[in-house]
């Protein structure tokens, strides 16, 4: 072995003896190992395996979601086919009813998901909407044993006072890629508008869930700069999308990145984030194929299932056959 990769073996286990001893990794070790060599990839896994276990065990996240109103938004976030302002093709409904809600809820209970998320297109639904969605909330909490999560947009303190207190426990709100960054993946709204959402879940009291979007022509150091954003907010929960290029978005023809940059990627943002829940979500399918079982032991720690947003998903049969087989106890979810 030549001296080259002695060195970033050396660091790789400096570093995870240091986080398993509740220390950090810092920006500079963590692009000194964004040029990891692929054939030394199996060394930054087992570390971020290990420090999955460490800190969160085999506990495993599992979330459904329901996308409760899709399309026509305003805003222009270059990969979305919900975007009013690109000619993606996804379907455009409003606000879907309670029992629709509710059924969907009880679906995701019966296949087995920890988490029951309600997702609407949107910077944020208007006043009548809202109330709408709350009183759906309040009788799914009441009908289904089920972890609720939301994601509805911008929040304010009314909105957030009104969805805690109807029982929701964590708030999903991306950042999407780094600050620097942001500018070249929406115009319509600010990256601090962003963070001022995930700050206000986080004074609350309530778990915020808070990732991005790999291969949206970000370089890997501005995907390091998230991680490292995330971690300074104290997120609980980061969902790591890797793009599926919607047709008629700004992003169509883009190059998602390749299996095992992904799961360079995954792995590094767990020595980043050693003790929040890590999920690979949409895309996963498409971008990492036969390498998701990988990701499961490269320091991920949960998925989305069931489905997305404006794409399908694989069986959750499959996808919880796969989460056992890689050494996840799903009945004891996060
Ligand atoms: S990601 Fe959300 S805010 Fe952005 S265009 Fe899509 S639906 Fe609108």
Excluded: W
Excluded at 135 to 150: F, P, R, Y
Aim: glycine share 8%.
């Amino acid at each position: 072995m030549d001296k080259n990769q002695n060195m970033f073996i050396e660091l790789i286990e400096e570093i995870e003896s240091r986080i398993l001893a509740n220390g950090k990794i810092d920006k500079q070790e963590a692009a000194v190992l964004l040029d990891l060599p692929y054939n030394l990839l199996v060394k930054l896994s087992a570390a971020a395996d290990r420090i999955r276990i460490n800190f969160l065990g085999n506990k495993f996240d599992s979330c459904s979601l329901i996308n409760a109103k899709s399309g026509l938004c305003s805003e222009d976030c270059a990969f979305c086919a919900q975007s009013a302002k690109h000619r993606g093709a996804s379907e455009i409904y409003d606000l879907k009813s309670t029992e629709e809600i509710l059924g969907a809820a009880r679906t995701a209970k019966a296949f087995g998901a920890s988490r029951f998320c309600t997702v609407t297109s949107g910077g944020a639904l208007s006043d009548q909407d809202f109330d709408k969605l709350i009183e759906a909330l309040h009788t799914v909490k009441s009908e289904v044993d089920i972890a609720l999560d939301a994601s509805l947009g911008f929040l304010n303190e009314d909105r957030a006072a009104k969805l805690f207190g109807v029982g929701v426990t964590r708030y999903n709100h991306n950042l999407e890629s780094s600050r620097d960054y942001y500018p070249s993946v929406c115009s319509t709204h600010s990256y601090e508008s962003r963070v001022k959402t995930v700050k206000l879940v986080k004074s609350k009291g309530a778990s915020a869930c808070c990732g991005g979007i790999i291969g949206l022509g970000e370089s890997p150091s501005q995907r390091m700069d998230l991680a490292f954003t995330l971690a300074d907010l104290g997120v609980d929960c980061v969902p790591i999308n890797i793009l599926n290029p919607r047709p008629g978005t700004p992003l169509q023809n883009a190059r998602p990145p390749e299996p095992m940059e992904i799961i360079k990627t995954i792995a590094l943002f767990r020595l980043v984030l050693p003790s929040a829940t890590i999920k690979i979500a949409g895309g996963r399918e498409r971008n990492l194929g036969d390498f998701q079982a990988m990701a499961l032991r490269s320091g991920a720690n949960g998925m989305i299932i069931g489905g997305y947003l404006t794409t399908g998903g694989r069986s959750v049969e499959d996808d919880l056959r796969m989460v056992r087989q890689a050494g996840f106890d799903i009945s004891h979810m996060c």
